[in-house]
Nanobody
Framework: QVQLVESGGGLVQAGGSLRLSCAASGRTFSSYVMGWFRQAPGKEREFVAALSWSGGNTYYADSVKGRFTISRDNAKNTVYLQMNSLKPEDTAVYYC????????????????WGQGTQVTVSS
């Protein structure tokens, strides 16, 4: 079992930046994908970005491409989501998730999820 703990959320004005962190602990595997998802009030959870831990490949939702960057720190077993040029429509609870394997998927088929961190962007 793996535990994922997100941090770094908060309130920011439109155009500002935040960096989310997701620290993983517990059972690890040699090949897995780390993903970030978000859920706004009244909406379904949606894919934001993902990273293949072993290969370093990344993939982004069109809505955040060019503004968000996913990265990792191997030594800290932590994945980050740098969010720049934030917009009010980025307001949501952000979740990190992990799935075994090498293939990045954008569905919710990840085995482990964090508790989420709130990001609020004011206009």
């Amino acid at each position: 079992q793996v535990q994922l703990v997100e941090s770094g959320g908060g309130l920011v004005q439109a155009g500002g930046s935040l960096r989310l962190s997701c620290a993983a602990s517990g059972r690890t595997f040699s090949s897995y994908v780390m993903g970030w998802f978000r859920q706004a009030p009244g909406k379904e959870r949606e894919f934001v970005a993902a990273l293949s831990w072993s290969g370093g490949n990344t993939y982004y939702a069109d809505s955040v491409k060019g503004r968000f960057t996913i990265s990792r720190d191997n030594a800290k077993n932590t994945v980050y989501l740098q969010m720049n040029s934030l917009k009010p429509e980025d307001t949501a609870v952000y979740y990190c998730a992990r799935r075994r394997g090498l293939t990045i998927v954008t569905s919710l088929s990840y085995e482990s999820w964090g508790q989420g961190t709130q990001v609020t962007v004011s206009s």
